[in-house]
């Protein structure tokens, strides 16, 4: 049996997540906090929250929503209620494992062979242009320190291993089976502290495995060789461990800390692309289907608006809602993917599956709303995911303009952002970037300005466990949590970013086109009227190179059907 052991949500993490939901719920929104209570509680909000396989992750996602919504009770009703589990959108990093893998070749050459970073554009006016940028110039030198101190640290905390039956022994309130009880805990268990032993429901024994396999994995000895990818583990360890474990007085933790945390900042954002032509090329790959569908989240939600202005609208062209097209789209994609559909499938199983997958959707009838603003309808969609899309979402955002494609358009990120996300190397637990779409009223539904987009990131719990040791910090130090960092805007005060402009500058690294419904009513007018259809449907979305010409033809068919 290959047992996988970890990914425990901790006491500290739901905390965290929970006071996120919270401060979302009272900043992000417009109005007052019991606004969108208000809303929630009335089918005015139409919330859908998806999360990745990974367990902690899930629990993450059902703290962060019990903050947000005022919840009580246990997570685990909240999760089986309220979090879809999405792996093939939110996991994984299989697609472009190739180009991660080339990354980290030329990481391990740039760093071994001490060389200084290289400029790719023949100018060194943006830092962040260069071959793995961020990196220390002493990289070298730093990794066998980090070896030595990686081995100072578990030769302790194998002493601890070794005299822990004696501790439990003479702790008599503490069974060797405890650890199941530690894992539903939601506050520091004051005792196990107060005890000797390590936070939570970990071991000293299965501490000391974790560590003897950073040791082992970081420096193989035999082949005199570094594993730059083991730097991010080790990181994380000492952090750990200084946030939780501290009592334990670890010596020659704290130095380790510092040198991974210098290893770990240049190391980590270069794993995604050691420039920003790479890193949009990987995290294009990587975050293709998340982009895709926040594209079909925003597209409806404006659709949906303007049936709302427009009630001749909605009569007229009910038949081109996108809604339901949407999912029936998702989903066609994923039995593709699962294999669970056949080039032979007859039309009759195909209208059937069509019908089964559309999605039941639940909205306050006006006619029969005993409130005043029955229209009020505010749509939010949360995805929950691993650093790594995060570490995609954000490239594609910040460096779309650089595509052969976009040439000459402005970056969606203004410069001065672009500077501080450059020196942003950690991206934390509850690190989140923020999409919000605005109606102006005001504006006629055909001018493009009636809706705007506003971008917002943080970097989660981005603090040292060593520094900033204000009142604030110290008093949350005891809690073993940190606090998580609040929003940076992606753009100037005062721009305007309209959802035609932001949906031009990502459609190309998200879904493929052909897998997207039509971009308008419009688009499906055309495909109804029958003419011309794979024109049209060129002229609304830009082919992919090698799409199969076949496939394409029977989708256009099919939509013209």
């Avoid at 494992?97 to 071994?112: P, T, V, W």
């Avoid at 000895?221 to 750990?240: A, G, L």
């Amino acid at each position: 049996m290959i047992l996988k052991y970890g990914g425990v949500l901790t006491h500290a993490g739901r905390k965290q997540a929970e006071e996120l939901g919270r401060f979302f719920r009272n900043n992000i929104y417009p109005g007052e906090g019991t606004g969108l209570l208000r809303l929630h509680s009335t089918y005015r909000h139409d919330l859908k929250i998806y999360s990745s396989d990974e367990g902690r992750v899930q629990m993450s996602a059902a703290a962060f929503a019990k903050g947000l919504l005022d919840l009580e009770g246990q997570l685990t009703p909240i999760l089986v209620s309220l979090v879809s589990k999405d792996s093939s959108m939110l996991d994984g990093l299989e697609d472009a494992s190739i180009e991660m893998d080339e990354a980290k070749a030329r990481l391990h050459e740039i760093i071994i062979s001490n060389a200084k970073a290289k400029n790719t554009n023949g100018s060194v006016e943006f830092p962040w242009m260069v071959d793995g940028a961020g990196l220390p110039p002493n990289a070298s030198e730093l990794l066998p320190k980090m070896a030595t101190l990686t081995k100072q640290v578990t030769a302790q905390v194998k002493l601890l291993a070794e005299g822990e039956d004696e501790k439990l022994a003479l702790t008599s309130s503490f069974s060797r089976y405890d650890q199941a009880k530690a894992l539903g805990k939601t506050t520091i268990d004051a005792a196990r502290i107060a005890a000797g032993l390590p936070c939570g429901s970990e071991s000293f024994l299965l501490m000391f495995a974790r560590w003897k396999k950073l040791e082992r994995d970081l420096y193989n000895e035999r082949k005199d060789r570094f594993d730059i990818t083991q730097i991010p583990d080790v990181y994380d360890s000492c952090k750990y461990d200084l946030v939780h474990n501290a009592h334990l007085n670890l010596k020659g933790l704290e130095e380790l800390y510092k040198v991974a945390q210098l290893l770990a900042d240049g190391v980590i954002p270069n794993e995604y692309g050691i420039n920003p032509k790479q890193k949009l090329k990987i995290g294009s790959k990587i975050a293709r289907r998340l982009m895709g569908k926040v594209l079909i989240d925003l597209r409806n939600t404006r659709e949906e608006a303007i049936c709302v202005a427009d009630p001749k609208f909605t009569e007229d062209e009910a038949l081109f809602l996108p809604t339901k097209e949407v999912e029936h789209q998702q989903k066609i994609q994923v039995r593709n993917e699962d294999g669970r559909r056949s080039s032979t499938t007859s039309e009759k199983s195909m209208d059937q599956e069509d019908e089964d997958d559309r999605e039941t959707k639940y909205r306050l009838d006006p006619k029969y709303a005993n409130v005043k603003t029955p229209d009020r309808h505010v749509r939010t969609r949360l995805y929950f995911t691993s650093e790594s899309h995060i570490h995609s979402l954000m490239n594609v955002l910040r460096y779309c303009n650089l595509d052969e494609s976009l040439h000459g358009e402005d970056s969606l990120v203004c410069q001065s952002t672009l500077d501080r996300l450059h020196r942003t190397r950690e991206l934390d637990y509850m690190s989140n970037i923020v999409l919000r779409m605005f109606e102006n009223t005001e504006v006629p539904l055909e001018d493009e300005k009636r809706f705007r987009i506003e971008m917002t990131f943080s970097r989660g719990a981005d603090l040292s466990p060593l520094e900033d040791k204000t009142s604030e910090t110290s008093s949350l130090l005891q809690e073993h949590t940190l606090p998580i960092m609040g929003p940076e805007r992606l753009q100037e005060v005062g721009s305007c970013l309209t959802l035609d402009k932001f949906e031009k500058m990502v459609r190309p690294f998200a879904m493929p086109p052909e897998d997207f419904p039509p971009a308008t009513p419009q688009a499906l007018g055309y495909f109804s009227k029958g003419a011309g259809v794979l024109e049209r449907l060129a002229s609304f979305w830009p082919f992919h190179k090698g799409a199969a010409n076949g496939k394409i033809t029977e989708k256009a068919a099919n939509c013209q059907k």
